[in-house]
C-alpha cells in the first residue's frame, strides 16, 4: 500500500494573529474602562441622593426650630410646617415631596410633569411605617411605579406625638436609567473605535511585516543554482535589520556554494591527472618484468602520495572557517622563530638565514603558525635555486593606528612572482606563470591560518629578484571558541607543490 504524507494545513499567519491580539486587548480594556466608569458613577449618584435627601431632611428640622419665615412666629400647626416645606420644594421628573396627615397625602409640591409620590400607595406605606419607627434613615424600595431612594421625617408635637410625615424621594432607577443611556453611547463609540483600531492595525501591521513577506517570499525564489536573491531593506528600525543581517547570511551562503563548487570542480580536475597516470601505468606495466613492476609500484605510490597530500590540504581549507581551527595559547616568539629556521633547514640546501628574532610572547596557535612559516619556506626553497639565500625573520612593531602587531616573514632570492600573478596565487589552486607542479594550495593555506589568527599576509615580489611573504598579526589574538580540539603538527601539512 502506497502511503503519501499529509500535507500540514496552514496556520494562521503572523498578521492575523497580531491583529486578534490588539482586537481582544483593546475590547477589554475598553470593556474594563467603561465598567468601571459606570460603577464609579452610580455610586457617585447614590451618594449624591444621599446626601440630598439628608440636606433635606435637615432643612425641615431648621424650618420648625426657626419658625414661620414669614412672621417668624413659632408654627401653631402641624399644617403649616407641612405647608411650607412643600413650598420649599422644586419637584423635578425624578425627584419629589409628599406631606401626609393621617396617613393620607395632603400637600404636594407644585408643577407639572414631575415625580408624584402621593400616587404610590406602596410608599407612602412603607414610609408611614418607617416614620413610626423613630430612625431617620434613607431606605431603598422597589415598587410597580419606581425604584425609589427615599427618607421619612416625622413632624413630632410637644408632647411626642406624630402629627405628619414628609416624605423625600428620589427616583433612583430613572437617574441610573439616564447614566446607562450614557454609557450605551459610549459602547456604541468603543464598538467604531475598535473597528477602526482594527482597521488601521490591518495595514499598519501589513506595512511593519512586509520585510518578512519579502523574505519569505526571498527564500522561495533561492536555489542552488540561483543564490542571488537579496531582500529589499526598508528604513531603518528593527526589521530592517533583520533584512540586513538575513542578506549577510545569504552573501555568506552564496559564497559558501560557490567556493564549494569552484572547489569540487577544481579538486575533481586536480584527482583526475594523478588517477590517469596511475591508470595509463598499470595497462602499460609487463607483469613479467620486475623492472617494469617497480618502476610502476614507485610512480603509483609517487601519485598516491599526491593525492594523500591534496586530500590533506583540502581538509585543512574546509577547516579554517571553524572555532576549533585554531587552538590558542601563550607562544614564545623568540622559540617560535627558531623552531620554525630549524625545521626549514632540513627542507633542501639553501643558505638559511634569521634576520631577526622578536622577544615576547602572544597568544596564537603554534602548530597552525609554524605550518604556515613552513609552507612558505618550501614555496621559498622550490622558487629559488640551490646556495641562494631564504631568510626567516619576526618582530613585534606598532602599526600606524597604534596597535600591536606580529610580523613573521620569510624572504628568498628566487624567481619572483609577475605583477598579474598576484592574485592568481591566492586563490586555491591557483599557479604562478607556466608552474602546473604541485596542487596550488600553499598560499590558500597560508592565508587562511593567517585569517583564522585575524591577521593578513602581505606580499612583495620583483620578477628575477625574489620575493617576501609577511604574516602580519594582531599581538594579542581573540581566543577561539572552542580550543578543545588540538591542530595537526605542522611537519604533516607542509603543501610542496606551488604558490
Same mark, same amino acid.
Request: hydrophobic share 45%.
Given at each position: ?61 431648621? #424650618? ?26 422644586? !419637584? ?22 414631575? /415625580? ?24 431603598? /424600595? ?5 425604584? =425609589?431612594? =427615599?427618607? &421619612? ?54 506595512? /511593519? ?29 528593527? #526589521? ?32 583526475? $591527472? ?9 595497462? #602499460? ?31 585543512? /581549507? ?5 572555532? @576549533? ?12 622563530? @627558531? ?6 633547514? $632540513? ?16 597568544? &596564537? ?73 604541485? &596542487? ?27 620575493? $617576501? ?6 599581538? =594579542?589574538?581573540?581566543? !577561539? ?19
Amino acid at each position: 500500500m502506497v502511503m503519501s504524507l499529509a500535507r500540514r494545513p496552514a496556520g494562521v499567519s503572523v498578521r492575523v494573529r497580531v491583529l486578534v491580539y490588539l482586537s481582544v486587548l483593546t475590547g477589554v480594556a475598553l470593556a474594563v474602562a467603561g465598567t468601571t466608569a459606570f460603577v464609579i458613577e452610580r455610586a457617585r449618584l447614590d451618594r449624591e441622593i444621599t446626601e440630598d435627601l439628608v440636606l433635606r431632611a435637615n432643612d425641615l428640622q431648621s #424650618l420648625v426650630a426657626d419658625g414661620d419665615p414669614v412672621t417668624g412666629e413659632a408654627f401653631t400647626d402641624a399644617e403649616s410646617i407641612l405647608r411650607e416645606a412643600m413650598r420649599r420644594v422644586v !419637584a423635578t421628573p425624578t425627584e419629589s415631596a409628599v406631606a401626609l396627615i393621617d396617613g393620607t397625602p395632603r400637600f404636594v409640591p407644585g408643577g407639572s410633569d414631575v /415625580l408624584r409620590l402621593d400616587a404610590d400607595q406602596e410608599l407612602l406605606t412603607d414610609a408611614s411605617a418607617a416614620a413610626a419607627s423613630g430612625t431617620l434613615d434613607v431606605r431603598a /424600595l422597589t415598587t410597580a411605579q419606581a425604584d =425609589y431612594r =427615599y427618607l &421619612a421625617v416625622p413632624v413630632v408635637s410637644d408632647s411626642g406625638d406624630v402629627q405628619g410625615i414628609v416624605i423625600y424621594g428620589v427616583d433612583r432607577g430613572a437617574t441610573v436609567a439616564a447614566l446607562q443611556d450614557t454609557f450605551r453611547v459610549y459602547a456604541m463609540v468603543g464598538l467604531l473605535s475598535l473597528v477602526a483600531i482594527t482597521g488601521f492595525g490591518y495595514v499598519t501591521v501589513g506595512r /511593519l511585516l512586509e520585510p518578512i513577506r519579502l523574505l519569505d517570499a526571498t527564500a522561495r525564489r533561492i536555489s542552488t543554482s540561483d543564490l542571488s536573491e537579496r531582500i529589499p531593506i526598508v528604513g531603518d528600525d528593527d #526589521l530592517a535589520r533583520l533584512s540586513e543581517t538575513v542578506n549577510q547570511m545569504l552573501d555568506r551562503i552564496e559564497r559558501a556554494f560557490s567556493e564549494q563548487s569552484r572547489m569540487l570542480d577544481d579538486a575533481s580536475h586536480e584527482l583526475r $591527472t594523478p588517477l590517469t597516470i596511475m591508470r595509463n601505468r598499470l595497462e #602499460l606495466v609487463e607483469p613479467r618484468d620486475p623492472d617494469s613492476v617497480v618502476s610502476t609500484r614507485d610512480d603509483l605510490l609517487g601519485e598516491v602520495t599526491r593525492m594523500s597530500r591534496l586530500v590533506d590540504d583540502l581538509v585543512t /581549507l574546509a577547516k579554517a572557517d571553524r572555532p @576549533e581551527f585554531l587552538r590558542l595559547d601563550a607562544v614564545d616568539l623568540a622559540e617560535l622563530t @627558531e623552531l620554525a629556521h630549524a625545521r626549514a633547514e $632540513t627542507l633542501g640546501p639553501r643558505r638559511w638565514k634569521l634576520d631577526a628574532v622578536a622577544e615576547g610572547v602572544v597568544e &596564537a596557535d603554534r602548530e597552525r603558525l609554524t605550518q604556515a612559516w613552513l609552507q612558505l619556506s618550501a614555496n621559498a626553497l622550490r622558487f629559488s635555486e640551490p646556495g641562494t639565500l631564504v631568510a626567516l625573520g619576526s618582530s613585534i612593531g606598532v602599526n600606524d593606528a597604534g596597535v600591536p602587531e606580529v610580523r613573521l616573514w620569510v624572504r628568498d632570492e628566487g624567481v619572483g612572482i609577475a605583477a598579474e600573478d598576484m592574485d592568481r596565487i591566492r586563490s586555491r589552486f591557483g599557479r604562478a606563470g607556466d608552474d602546473r607542479d604541485g &596542487a596550488g594550495l600553499g598560499i590558500p593555506i597560508v592565508s587562511a591560518i593567517v585569517a583564522a589568527h585575524e591577521g593578513r599576509l602581505d606580499i612583495e615580489s620583483r620578477p628575477g629578484a625574489g620575493s $617576501t611573504f609577511t604574516m602580519t598579526l594582531p599581538a =594579542y589574538a581573540p581566543r !577561539a571558541k572552542d580550543p578543545a580540539l588540538s591542530s595537526p603538527w605542522a611537519d604533516d601539512a607542509v603543501e610542496e607543490a606551488g604558490r
